[in-house]
Every structure is written in C-alpha cells, then in structure tokens.
C-alpha cells in the first residue's frame, strides 16, 4: 500500500508557472506508475500526465501537452508536475495517482492510490 500527499497548488496569473509535487510514502514507489488528474467544479475528473516506473515514458492530454512536464524521482519518493503557461482553463484540483501498470493510463479506474489533491486557481 502507498499514500500520497500532494503540495504546490495555489494561485498564479495567466501565463504563470506552478510546480506541483506528489509525496509517496513506502518502499515500494518505483513499482508504481504514477499519473496526474484534474477535476474543475462540477465536472468529471480528467486525466493530464503520465510516467511510467522507471520515468522512461510519459504521456499526456492534449490539452496540456507542450506546457505541463510529469517527472518523478524514486530516490524521494516523489512525482512532479511542472506546469508552464498556465491558462484560466486549467483552474482545478489536481490529483496524484498510483497504480500497477501504464497500461490504460488515461482511465482514473486504473490507479489504485490517489492524493489528497491540490487546489490550481489561475487568474485571467
């Protein structure tokens, strides 16, 4: 079992830049693929970013591809996500997840852990 702590949320202007962490506690954190959700008032909880255990791969939506960064460091027992350019639009609280395997990442089912989530408030 692991538990996860997510940090670093907060408000920023528009184009400004934020750099989430996700603190896994355990021995086990390089066996988990980790991934990064949102979820805005009232809307379901979507997928952003995913790394693999060993960090070789990563994916992410469309929405924030070229300017969000997933990057975990087994030795700290620690994901990040560093967002850049941020946009009202990705206004939400952001979710770490753990989970098994990379396989049907972009699906929340496939986590098993998830974080406490951090709130992103991004101002126009």
């Known amino acids: 079992q692991v538990q996860l702590v997510d940090s670093g949320g907060g408000l920023v202007q528009a184009g400004g830049s934020l750099r989430l962490s996700c603190a896994a506690s355990?021995?086990?954190?390089?066996?988990?693929?980790m991934g990064w959700f949102r979820q805005a008032p009232g809307k379901e909880r979507l997928f952003v970013a995913h790394?693999?255990?060993?960090?070789?791969?990563?994916y992410y939506a469309d929405s924030v591809k070229g300017r969000f960064t997933i990057s975990r460091d087994n030795a700290k027992n620690t994901v990040y996500l560093q967002m850049n350019s941020l946009k009202p639009e990705d206004t939400a609280v952001y979710y770490c997840?753990?989970?098994?395997?990379?396989?049907?990442?972009?699906?929340?089912?496939?986590?098993?852990?998830w974080g406490q989530g951090t709130q992103v408030t991004v101002s126009s």
């Open positions: 355990g021995r086990t954190f390089s066996s988990y693929a």
């Open positions: 790394i693999s255990r060993g960090g070789i791969s990563t």
């Open positions: 997840a753990a989970g098994s395997y990379s396989r049907n990442y972009y699906f929340s089912s496939s986590y098993d852990y």
